[in-house]
């Protein structure tokens, strides 16, 4: 199973199902970019969600879509992705994705519902942590 070691608290964890890369380094000082190694098959399964999905009113119904639940378990190393597609013109609900994958919720109680402004907070909170410039 890889390690992930976190250089500014010299901490280690383990990261389940992450092919390939037997150790992860996590610094403040890097931006976490997506890879092109990782990136086809997100997108595949970002489109699948959104095509089987985009008529469907109900969100809960959305986020318990296999393939949205899929990339939730790839876990941090889709969070660039999701933070790529929020900076579309009109972004997706990803919101929950991203708190599952990373237990944080930077949403304002007041911008709850407004999701241009839900996208705002989060490429804020992933500027703020390196994960997108």
Known sequence: MPIAIDDTSKAAFFVPDVPEDPIIIVSSSMTMQPTPRNELPFRELADQWIQETSGCPRIKDRMSHPAYLKIINWGHEVIPYILTELQKAEPDHWFEALYQ?????????????NV??????WLKWGRRRGWTS
């Open 101 to 113: 994958i990373t237990h944080n919720d930077p949403v304002s109680p007041k911008d709850r519902g």
């Open 116 to 121: 241009k402004k839900m996208a705002d907070a």
